[in-house]
C-alpha cells in the first residue's frame, strides 16, 4: 500500500511515497518544490494555488513511476489557517510572518494575560503570530471577512481540501493555535469569550486517521488514483516528533529546519511558573502524547544568508560553506538566534554583522566565518534550552534525537552533541514526512500502533550517533553566549 506525504515546511514543500511491508520502511522523495509566503498587496500570504499545482506534480510523478496512491495526508507548520463560506476559500490565508497581524496584539493582552493565556492554552509562544492574535487581528481590522465565513480551517486540511477532502481539524495542528484546551482537547471556549472572539467558525476537531476525502481525479489533470485522503498528524512538528525512533525514556528531541524545536514527550502538559517563564509550550500530539517544547530559530538564519549570497559571486552551495566554516579560528562571534532583528525582511547577513558590533564582538568577514557562528550559536542556544527544559520537566534522555534536515549537517551535529555533553543520535532526515506516513499507516492497519512504527523506523534507517568532543571548548561557549543572552539564562 502507496501512502503520500504531502510536508509543507516554511521554505519547500516534499512529496513523498512511503510504504511498510515486512516490518521495513521504504520512503521515496518523488518531487521538491518551493514553499514561502509570497508578498502580495504589502501582505505575506500563501500562495496556495501556485502550491496546489506544485502538488498536483508530484502526484503526477508518483504514478508515472508506474504507482497507485493509495491513502494522502497533508502537514504543514502551524499556526496558519483560511477562511470559508460555502466550501469556498475567502482570501488568500496570511502567513505567520506578516508583521501587521501583531498590530492588535496589545489589545489581546489588555483583556487577557500571557499567564492566563498560557494556563488556558499552554501555548507560550511569543516570537511567532499565533492564530489566535491573527484571529484577532482579522476581526479588530478586517470584521467582515469573518462575518462572511462559515468555518476556520488550518492549512493542512485547507491543502487537503483542494485536493478533495471536507473541511476539517486535527487535534496536533488545533493544538497550536493558542485557542485549544491542552488538558481536555477542545476549544478552549472562555478565552475566546473574554477576548469576544466567534466560535462558531472553530470546526469539530476530528481523530487522527479520520478518512476525510477522496482525490478529485475530475479536477487534477493527469492523475487517476482515487486515493483516500486521511488526517495523519497534520502539525509539521508533531509529525517530525512521531517519525523519531524515540523509546524508554529517552524521550528529548530536536527537530531542525527554518525552526528548531526541542522538547521533550510527555505524558501531561506542563503548565508550571517555571514553564511559563521559560517559555515554553505545550503542543498535543500521537496517541494522548504532549510535546513539552521551546523553539529556537533555526536554518532559517542560514537560509537567508544563502539567499544573498546567492546574489553575489560567493559560492553559496552547501558544502563549500559548510567546508568553509570549518576552517576559521574558533572562539568567533557568537548570536542569539532569537534575538528580534533576525526576521524575513532585511539583509541577513549585514543583520548579524551588526549584532556582532553592537556586543563588542569581531564582525565575520568570510561566509564560512559566517556560517560557523550561525552554526556555533545554533548549537549552544539549542543546548541550554534542552537542559532548562529537561529541569522543568524533571526528566532527562541519555541521548538526544535530531530529526530533519540537520541529520545531514555532520558539522552542526557533531557541535550540537559537544554542547550537550552528551551523544546525538540522528533519525530520518525526512522524519516529518515518516511522521505523516506512521499515522497513515496506523489508520490502514499496516502497522498496529506508533510504537510499532517506531521500532519500524530504527530498524530501517541508517542513522548516526555524535558523541561530545572538546568539552572545555564548549564550556566557554556556553559561558559566551549565556553573557549575551537575559539575565534567566544565567
Same mark, same amino acid.
Given at each position: 500500500?502507496?501512502h ?7 521554505s ?6 512511503g510504504?511498510i ?11 521538491r ?7 502580495r498587496?504589502?501582505? !505575506? ?9 506544485s502538488i498536483v ?14 491513502t ?20 488568500d490565508? !496570511?502567513?505567520?510572518?506578516?508583521? /501587521?497581524?501583531? #498590530?492588535t496584539?496589545?489589545?489581546? =493582552? ?14 507560550n509562544?511569543?516570537?511567532? /503570530? ?7 487581528y482579522l ?12 468555518s476556520?480551517?488550518m492549512?493542512?486540511q ?7 477532502? @471536507? ?9 497550536t493555535?493558542?485557542?485549544l ?12 469569550d ?5 466560535r462558531?467558525?472553530?470546526p469539530e476537531? #476530528?481523530?487522527?486517521?479520520?478518512s476525510i476525502?477522496t &482525490?478529485?481525479?475530475? +479536477? &487534477?489533470?493527469d ?13 509539521? /512538528? ?19 529546519g ?25 503542543e ?7 510535546r ?7 536554518f532559517?538564519?542560514f ?8 546574489? #553575489?559571486?560567493? @559560492?553559496?552551495? !552547501? ?15 557568537l548570536?542569539?538566534?532569537?534575538d ?32 560557523r ?5 545554533? +548549537?549552544?542556544?539549542?543546548?541550554l534550552t ?9 526528566? @532527562?534522555s541519555?541521548?538526544?534525537? &535530531?530529526?530533519?534536515?540537520?541529520v ?7 557541535? =550540537? ?14 522524519s516529518?514526512a ?38 572545555? !571548548?564548549?564550556? #566557554? ?8 543572552l537575559?539575565?534567566?539564562? +544565567?
Open positions: 500500500m502507496n503520500v506525504a504531502v510536508d509543507l515546511g516554511a519547500g514543500g516534499k512529496i513523498l511515497r510504504t511491508a515486512n516490518g521495513t520502511l521504504d520512503l521515496e522523495t518523488v518531487h518544490f518551493e514553499n514561502r509566503p509570497i508578498e498587496d504589502e501582505r !505575506y500570504v500563501w500562495d496556495v494555488d501556485s502550491l496546489i499545482r506534480e508530484g502526484l503526477e510523478n508518483v504514478e508515472s513511476a508506474g504507482e497507485t496512491i493509495d494522502l495526508g497533508v502537514d504543514t507548520w502551524g499556526v496558519d489557517f483560511g477562511l470559508y463560506a460555502d466550501g469556498e476559500l475567502l482570501c490565508p !496570511y502567513a505567520y510572518r506578516d508583521p /501587521t497581524l501583531e #498590530s496584539l496589545d489589545d489581546v =493582552l489588555e483583556t487577557v494575560s500571557k499567564r492566563e493565556i498560557f494556563e488556558a492554552t499552554g501555548i509562544h511569543w516570537n511567532v /503570530t499565533n492564530t489566535l492574535w491573527q484571529y484577532h476581526w479588530q481590522e478586517e470584521p467582515e471577512i469573518v462575518e462572511e465565513a462559515d476556520m480551517v492549512m493542512p485547507v491543502i487537503a481540501e483542494r485536493l478533495g477532502a @471536507d473541511p476539517s481539524s486535527e487535534l496536533t495542528i488545533a493544538s493555535t493558542q485557542m484546551d491542552p488538558e481536555t482537547g477542545e476549544w478552549a471556549s472562555d478565552l475566546l473574554r477576548l469576544d472572539l466567534p462558531e467558525l472553530l476537531i #476530528s481523530d487522527i486517521g479520520s476525502g &482525490l478529485r481525479t475530475d +479536477a &487534477l489533470s492523475v487517476d488514483s482515487e486515493a483516500e485522503i486521511l488526517l495523519p498528524v497534520s502539525h509539521d /512538528t508533531g509529525a517530525a516528533v512521531t517519525g523519531l525512533p524515540l523509546s524508554g525514556t529517552d524521550r528529548t528531541f530536536l527537530s531542525t527554518t525552526w528548531f524545536v526541542s522538547g521533550i514527550e510527555v505524558d501531561e502538559p506542563i503548565l508550571t511558573d517555571d514553564a511559563f517563564e521559560f517559555g515554553a509550550s505545550n498535543l500530539g500521537i496517541d494522548g502524547s504532549v513539552f517544547l521551546k523553539n529556537v530559530t533555526g532559517f538564519l537560509e537567508e544568508c544563502r539567499k544573498i549570497w546567492a546574489d #553575489s559571486d560567493v @559560492d553559496h552551495s !552547501y558544502d563549500t560553506l559548510i567546508r568553509e566554516a570549518r576552517s576559521p579560528e574558533r572562539d568567533g562571534p548570536i542569539d538566534p532569537d528580534d532583528r533576525f526576521s524575513i525582511e532585511g539583509d541577513m547577513v549585514e543583520d548579524v554583522g551588526a549584532y556582532c558590533r553592537e556586543t563588542d564582538q569581531s564582525v565575520p568577514g568570510s561566509a564560512g566565518e559566517v556560517t557562528s550561525i552554526f556555533e550559536s545554533l +548549537a549552544v542556544k539549542t543546548a534542552i537542559e532548562r527544559l529537561e529541569s522543568i520537566a524533571g526528566t @532527562d541519555d541521548v538526544v534525537y &535530531l530529526g530533519g534536515g540537520g545531514r549537517n555532520e558539522l552542526f551535529c557533531q557541535m =550540537l552533541a559537544s554542547a550537550l555533553g552528551r551523544p546525538v543520535r540522528t533519525g530520518p532526515v525526512e516529518t515518516v511522521g505523516n506516513v506512521l499515522s497513515q499507516a496506523e489508520a490502514t492497519g499496516r502497522i498496529v500502533s506508533i510504537e510499532a512504527g517506531r521500532e519500524v523506523v530504527e530498524s530501517s534507517i541508517d542513522g548516526s550517533e555524535f558523541t561530545p568532543q572538546d568539552e572545555t !571548548y564548549w564550556d #566557554s561557549r556556553r559561558k559566551d553566549l549565556r553573557s549575551l537575559e539575565d534567566d539564562w +544565567a
